[in-house]
């Protein structure tokens, strides 16, 4: 499985980014997909995960700002991120987890994409 990201850029305050992921070479069942981010001198967090079935879940720092989809047919994840600000600056990651076997689920990840909010 391959996880390609992109979107990333740099934004000013109160501007907007679409994050997308896509997975490739995958034969198996995706379970959900998600964003993580890590700041320069802090450790990985949760941005937003989405289930196969449409659950969702954010991050507390999100307050309704972002936006997370998912596209089973395509394999592809997006994040609408709206209202940035400057502490939103990361890397950010895209996950996925899939079921490989009938008991083994397996962790993706995807090689990062830079988001940069000047104020």
């Known amino acids: 499985v391959q996880l390609q990201a992109s979107g990333g850029g740099s934004v000013q305050a109160g501007g907007s980014l679409r994050l997308s992921c896509r997975a490739s070479?995958?034969?198996?069942?995706?379970?959900?997909m998600g964003w993580y981010r890590q700041a320069p001198g802090k450790e990985r967090e949760l941005v937003a995960t989405i289930t196969a079935g449409g659950s969702t879940k954010y991050g507390d720092f999100v307050k309704g700002r972002f936006t997370i989809s998912l596209d089973l047919d395509m394999s592809t994840v997006y994040l609408q991120m709206n209202s940035l600000k400057p502490e939103d600056t990361a890397t950010y990651y895209c996950?996925?987890?899939?079921?490989?076997?009938?008991?083994?689920?397996?962790?993706?990840w995807g090689q990062g994409t830079l988001v940069t909010v000047s104020s």
């Open positions: 996950n996925a987890d899939v079921r490989v076997s009938i008991n083994t689920d397996r962790d993706y």
């Open positions: 070479e995958i034969d198996f069942d995706i379970n959900d």
